[in-house]
């Protein structure tokens, strides 16, 4: 992709200024056979202004969507929210408010819905929920997310009860309309269906707020029962690193050769199964350095040709087939405003 200087951004994440980007000026549509191939290459691929025909429609859902942040912000529970603004009416019959939960034992959990789909005298669907966390604990950053998904926590296998799995999707429509943008769009529709080889289900919703200062660090979303991720931008604009994870090593490596890195890394960086599964560690400390604090690596990731930026309207496709295939990322905000964008995985 090509970098036409417009204007000038801070890469700035978490109190971490990691020096400044170019705003590209256009990017091109790519046609069907060069989205099929990325996916199949496990490529990121940017499909520039897909949403700008439907944005309108539903500016009104996106701006609701915003307050219901800022309230967030300040303290307001979710809750309580959905009883005032009326949106529990909008969720009925369909869905059932059951109760909600501040989440205390989760230190980074702002406030969890928790759902029935149908009603009293015939339960569709038990158990689904909507919780809301904070991306960071860093003071500055305000960025937070609403996940939709169902039964418990930490154990939901996404391969399994596609019949729930289907209703805590519906309950992220009902209370983001705006999730149409991805699921009702025909050209995201037709594309995973060629790629799939089946129409797509949009699963492990993510409705997120990306605010100044936050983002995320590298890395990939590979779970067992999904092929990958469509992250929509609906308003505000993100700063992308994507590779897939061998490049990644290459990237890590060539850089290597050229600058100083430390020696643990250089003898991690000769052993690609060590690193590898080193870089699946929750600890990797000494990847984690380079990639992700590292201000001279991330120039070098973009002059070679790894960066995107997502401006509103834009969608990135993100395959993530197993460990050894998947696209790494790194996120951060551009601009002074916060951003919503849609992350649903796809199978
Ligand atoms: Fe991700």
């Not at 200087?5 to 801070?10: A, E």
């Not at 998947?326 to 996120?331: A, D, F, K, P, T």
């Amino acid at each position: 992709m090509t970098f036409k200087l417009t204007s000038r951004y801070l890469l700035e994440r978490r109190g971490l200024k990691l020096g400044h980007v170019s705003a590209p000026k256009a990017v091109d549509m790519p046609d069907k056979k060069t989205i099929m191939k990325a996916w199949k290459n496990d490529q990121s691929i940017v499909l520039p202004k897909l949403l700008d025909e439907q944005l309108p429609r539903y500016q009104a859902d996106i701006q609701r969507a915003h307050q219901c942040m800022e309230s967030t912000l300040n303290g307001v529970e979710l809750g309580e929210q959905l009883e005032k603004n009326s949106s529990i009416k909008r969720l009925e019959p369909e869905f059932s408010f059951l109760a909600s939960s501040m989440e205390e034992h989760d230190e980074q959990a702002i406030e969890k819905l928790y759902f029935d789909a149908g009603d009293e005298q015939n339960i569709l669907a038990e158990d689904l929920w909507c919780k809301a966390s904070w991306l960071s604990f860093h003071d500055e950053d305000a960025s937070l997310r609403f996940r939709f998904s169902f039964g418990m926590e930490g154990y939901e296998d996404v391969a399994a009860d596609p019949k729930r799995q289907h209703w805590a999707g519906e309950l992220c429509t009902k209370m983001f309309p705006e999730s149409e943008l991805i699921t009702k769009n025909t050209d995201i529709l037709q594309y995973m269906s060629s790629i799939l080889g089946h129409q797509p289900a949009f699963v492990e919703r993510i409705v997120y707020f990306n605010t100044p200062n936050g983002g995320a660090q590298f890395h990939h979303d590979v779970e067992r029962g999904h092929a990958g991720v469509v992250f929509a931008q609906l308003s505000g604009a993100t700063f992308w690193l994507a590779a897939n994870k061998l490049q990644l090593m290459q990237v890590m490596r060539d850089f290597s050769e050229k600058h100083n890195t430390p020696a643990e890394l250089q003898s991690l960086l000769k052993n690609q199964v060590a690193l590898s599964d080193y870089m699946e560690e929750e600890d990797h400390g000494w990847v984690e350095s380079l990639i992700d604090h590292n201000p001279i690596f991330i120039q070098y990731m973009i002059k070679q040709g790894y960066a995107h930026v997502l401006q509103t309207g834009d969608v990135l496709l993100l395959p993530q087939r197993d460990l050894n295939h998947c696209v790494w990322h790194s996120v951060f905000t551009l601009g002074d405003e916060p951003g919503e964008a849609l992350s649903f995985a796809v199978r």
